[in-house]
């Protein structure tokens, strides 16, 4: 007789994912099991699949760790709201890790993780089974899967350092064993191989949705997706000069994008993209197609509604999980992760609508008080869209992923000569931002500047001997890309290099400093997108020390300094969770968290 085997989606039991009997595994995911037998016969079968990936990968759990992951241990993140009542969130702002924080759960990564590679092994079956099916159709679902994949692994490993690593389908409970942790390094290497073998394969672009709410070459993985991926994962193992080509595949794929779609005399009303280059008298850049912050009118706030309000999925995106529920469509997933921290700024359950997390104090006062930490003027519009600050500017709420739009328009009589109005949503339905055009660009300009000498500029001689000023090209590339990402921040009626408040080269004429104004820039540009902690990792990992996350995160702990934290590189990552370690015999704990097994009263719930 021949036995059905059942489909059980995510199951990793033994990977410590929590589980404590058969019975709790099997709880895991939702009960939907699918027979071996009378399914993965068809196209449709694998497309409803696919759609399934995605689904998961929007779920609250998958959010809420690329926030708390990626910014909540930064300098740019502080307790919001009522924060000091959710106890995970608490003890992470304070730098207290625990190993049964809730946050250390990676359930949800690795469930679709197994989602991945089952999809990935099943789909040339089903090309033997269904013609229509073809074997280009396979590989490009092949590699759609391996790039969502390896972006959770990489989630992972930035947040974990060495976490178990497999690449096999785990479709019911008896091919379920535990699996040591394997290094984080050679985990991103793995993945860089993975990806360079399958991007080829990938579709360059899918037909244009008619739909204003989902786009279907931003909210699924294309060939420009995994090129950023690839970019991000080479830049984080030093591998520079493929940093420099996968973001110039990106930045080149954009380029011809703006010339095929928008250089036919669209005007700035419609919020165009326009070409940014920097040049002087020695040195011409290339040019970048980004969104100005000015719009044809008098006020400001362009770039920001274009690519975090309105519908979203903007020229700029190059992946971003598509949210669109309006409070009527139970099908439609809604953004509660970002709501529930970022907020959603509307009088809601007596709590006015904000998140939980919030900008740090001396973020939200660097342009009244004139500090100029981190913005260098008061004419950048990202100090003004990327939050809303109260009138003292001493507490300012996440304007990110939760406001629909935000116009910035000039004001007498204020600490600044301009004010910020904003409108909120409804309905928590911001979509995530994972890639974007500047990112790329960012990351380019970082790997650059570690491929140049020490100056920008050198003393030389040409080919008869006369002295010569010899150009860096490496570091005067690195420079003219953060300068077309802040120059369309600066709110000016122009894209030009005349604006007084345009940074200036003669004022980054060492690697140090260009260095620095890399990582300022990221920082400016990508304020609460779950970038900012990476950054400091991955600045800490390259010069092998914690020196940068010590002298930048602990003035906004107040009960630690930079003599008590980030005492050794195993510091910057989380620990293992408890249940995790207590049901994986080959994943042991962190030396660095010891042993905090005892403390069971700690709330795995807030």
Known sequence: MKTNKIITWGLVAALGLGMTSCGD???????????????????????????????????????????????????????????????????????????????????????????????????????????????????????????????????????????????????????????????????????ITDLEGHVNNALKAYPKDKSSLYNSNRNRITQNAIYALLADLCLWDNQYQKTVNYAQKVIDAKVAEYREDYAQGISLSTGAPVLYQYSNSYYTGESYPLYPCFDAGNTFGNDF?????????????????????????????????????????????????????????????????????????????RFYTSMNADDEYTKGYIAKFVASSKTVSTVSGKQTPYIASYSARIYNNRNWIFYRLTDVMLMQAEALVEMGGDNLNSAGTDENGNPITVIDQNLMKAFSLVWSVNRRSIMSNSNTTDSPQALNVSNYQTKSMLRELVMKERRRELLFEGKRWFDIIRRCHREGNTAYARANVPSKISSGSSSTLFINYESLYWPYNRDEVRNNNLLNQKPFYGSDDDDDSYSKTN
């Open 305 to 381: 509604n274009a690519i975090f309000g309105g519908n979203q999925n903007s020229f700029e995106s190059l992946f971003e999980l598509a949210y669109t529920y309006d409070g009527s469509d139970a099908n439609y997933l809604s953004n509660n992760a970002a709501g529930a921290l970022y907020g959603n700024h509307l009088q809601k359950d007596g709590n006015d609508g904000k998140g939980f997390l919030a900008a740090v104090e001396a973020l939200v006062n660097d342009v009244p008080q004139k500090s100029y930490r981190l913005f260098d003027h008061d004419k950048d519009c």
């Open 25 to 191: 595994f099997l709880n895991i995911e939702p009960k939907h099991f699918v027979s071996e037998d009378n399914f993965w016969n068809e196209k449709t079968d694998i497309d409803q699949m696919v759609t399934g990936v995605y689904t998961s990968l929007q779920n609250d759990g998958i959010i809420e760790r690329c926030i708390m992951w990626g910014e909540t241990r930064s300098d740019n993140v502080a307790g919001g709201l009522k924060y000091d009542g959710r106890i995970n969130i608490y003890r992470v702002l304070k730098e207290n890790l625990l190993s049964n924080n809730a946050y250390t759960t990676w359930i949800n990564f690795y469930s679709v993780i197994n989602k991945c590679n089952t999809i990935i092994e099943m789909a040339p079956v089903v090309s033997e089974r269904d013609p229509v099916y073809t074997a280009s159709d396979v590989r490009a679902t092949q590699a759609e899967m391996a790039c969502i994949r390896d972006l959770c692994y990489f989630y992972l490993v930035r947040a974990f350092k060495d976490v178990p690593y497999y690449t096999h389908a785990i479709r019911d409970e008896s091919q379920a064993v535990s699996i040591a942790p394997t290094s984080g390094d050679s985990i991103v290497r793995c993945l």
